[in-house]
């Protein structure tokens, strides 16, 4: 199950969401093609937020460099194709500086959500994925009932489908939470913590915005969908064909 695009157009350029883009990629480039694995652990631990250290008062910037860094080509490309599909429309909605500092406000927030409940652990945490959590979590807010196509895989074939995105969302976020509960400290790899702290961070900074929009009022005159047309692909299912098992 993996979101691959909306239906909810912009109707201006997102340069922020551009630049955030790019910058990631351009900064992993300049550090993944050129440092070997020993030099790429020095420089992760240099640059990423370490709990341990952070709470101490030592590397404090760590907060903001981590989120421009990536452990992979998968971790970078997820992360960029979740910003691409959900940064757009509330740049749209906040204005291009507002953006900005909500994505890295979100961001703020994320690494202290990983880093307090740890504040011993030594690990570097390094990605995007705490502030493009609260771009999620903005977006649920604002167009709860916008269509997300979303990729199922299954064993024998796979299909686009289009999901309301409060349902794609919550799913998420209940993934999150559930897996930062049953995985005990950094065993599992991933700064689930940071994903729940980055996503109720974009909620509630989302919240001015859609109370200047009329709160409830927006949703009833939008029915929880985006203010404008969706966009309209060929089929509801895609044109991504059906792969069957042959016997």
Known sequence: MFPIRDHNPSGQTPFVTFALIAINILVFLGYFLSL?????????WTWGLIPARFLSGDGLETILT??????GWL???GNMLFLWIYGDNLEEEMGHFGFLLFYLACGIAAGLAQALPDPGSVVPMVGASGAIAGVMGGYLLLFPKAKVD???IFIIFFRIFAIPAWIVLSIWLAIQIFSGVSTPGDLGGVAYWAHVGGFVAGL???????LRRGAQEFWQRTDGHPPHPETQFEAARSNVPLVRRRR
């Open 75 to 77: 971790h970078l490309a």
């Open 150 to 152: 979303v990729l199922f």
């Open 36 to 44: 070997d694995e020993y030099q790429l652990g020095e420089f992760f």
């Open 204 to 210: 509630a900074l989302t919240l001015p915005v859609w």
């Open 66 to 71: 981590s989120m421009f860094l990536h452990g």
